[in-house]
């Protein structure tokens, strides 16, 4: 990823171009751009396309991606998912397994990699690390998206990663709990009703105020736009803040949580 976007940036400044004018004649962000040229997002193989044609580069950059090495770090299916996530105005995550990755520690974050099967190697667990804390500078953007995230208490109690690393992500979810167009709500155990018994899903809303769906199964995902899908998770997603509690007593209960141990 490093080397293609070496090769963009190099394609890109011969042409004469930056990377906002390079951006503005694609109808994409210029932190995209950044980002692809800087190796941290892959350069996807239509803009590529597109590229070489605009930037007469022969199908430099097509090739580059064809040839990118089969197996990557971010599987190709959560790329789609990863590019809407940066995007988006608004997110609502439903999350029963573990606690949601924007909102996960270092610590805890390098637990749930490391409780891959088959196992990461080291080095590959601290990409991934890096990958998922660097996401969580969505949060803290100037114009951060509206997010809401729905956890359910299994999640919290299974302490994953051993007595270090649950305390302090306990800590930082109360902390996050407190910041400004955020909410935080725990479904609580012992609830007679469960809207989410399906298994966890995302909402995102884009800044063309489409609204899309996405959730993971074992060996891949579903990004979701038909509009009839998207209700359907909408209304879960509406039942389940009905049973879950308020962020007060959300944040009381994280209280308690932290004070058992």
Same mark, same amino acid.
């Given at each position: 990823?490093?080397?293609?976007?070496?090769? =963009?940036?190099?394609?890109? /400044?011969?042409?004469?171009?930056?990377?906002?004018?390079?951006?503005?004649?694609?109808?994409?962000?210029?932190?995209?751009?950044?980002?692809?040229?800087?190796?941290?997002?892959? @350069?996807? %193989?239509? @803009? #590529?396309?597109?590229?070489?044609?605009?930037?007469?580069?022969?199908?430099?950059?097509?090739?580059?991606?064809?040839?990118?090495?089969?197996?990557?770090?971010?599987?190709? +299916?959560?790329?789609?998912?990863?590019?809407?996530?940066?995007?988006? &105005?608004? !997110?609502?995550?439903?999350?029963?397994?573990?606690?949601?990755?924007? =909102?996960?520690?270092?610590?805890?974050?390098?637990?749930?990699?490391?409780?891959?099967?088959?196992?990461?190697?080291?080095?590959?667990?601290?990409?991934?690390?890096?990958?998922? &804390?660097?996401?969580?500078?969505? @949060?803290?953007?100037?114009?951060?998206? %509206?997010?809401?995230?729905?956890? +359910?208490?299994?999640?919290?109690?299974?302490?994953?990663?051993?007595?270090?690393?649950?305390?302090?992500?306990?800590?930082?979810?109360? /902390?996050?709990?407190?910041?400004?167009?955020?909410?935080?709500? !725990?479904?609580? @155990?012992?609830?007679?009703?469960?809207?989410?018994?399906?298994?966890?899903? &995302?909402?995102?809303?884009?800044?063309?105020?489409?609204?899309? #769906?996405?959730?993971?199964?074992?060996?891949?995902?579903?990004? !979701? #736009?038909?509009?009839?899908?998207?209700? &359907? =998770?909408?209304?879960?997603?509406?039942?389940?803040?009905?049973?879950?509690?308020?962020?007060?007593?959300?944040?009381?209960?994280?209280?308690?949580?932290?004070?058992?141990?």
């Amino acid at each position: 990823m490093r080397m293609v976007g070496a090769l =963009l940036a190099v394609h890109r /400044e011969a042409a004469g171009y930056t990377q906002r004018s390079l951006a503005q004649q694609f109808l994409v962000s210029e932190e995209l751009i950044a980002s692809v040229e800087q190796g941290r997002r892959p @350069l996807k %193989m239509d @803009l #590529a396309v597109q590229l070489d044609d605009f930037l007469g580069t022969r199908r430099t950059l097509q090739t580059a991606v064809e040839n990118m090495p089969e197996v990557d770090l971010v599987p190709r +299916w959560a790329e789609e998912y990863l590019d809407c996530e940066r995007e988006a &105005i608004a !997110i609502s995550w439903y999350e029963s397994l573990l606690v949601p990755g924007l =909102l996960q520690t270092e610590a805890y974050a390098r637990a749930v990699f490391r409780s891959r099967v088959p196992v990461y190697d080291e080095d590959e667990i601290e990409q991934l690390v890096a990958a998922r &804390i660097e996401r969580r500078d969505i @949060l803290h953007r100037k114009q951060p998206p %509206m997010a809401s995230f729905m956890i +359910w208490e299994a999640a919290l109690r299974d302490e994953l990663g051993g007595e270090q690393v649950y305390p302090e992500q306990l800590r930082h979810l109360r /902390e996050y709990a407190e910041l400004p167009g955020l909410a935080v709500q !725990i479904l609580p @155990l012992g609830r007679h009703a469960h809207a989410g018994l399906e298994g966890p899903f &995302i909402l995102l809303e884009t800044p063309e105020h489409q609204r899309l #769906a996405y959730s993971e199964t074992q060996r891949g995902s579903h990004l !979701i #736009a038909d509009p009839d899908e998207v209700a &359907i =998770l909408t209304q879960k997603y509406a039942m389940l803040r009905t049973q879950a509690l308020n962020a007060e007593d959300t944040r009381d209960l994280l209280d308690r949580l932290l004070g058992e141990r």
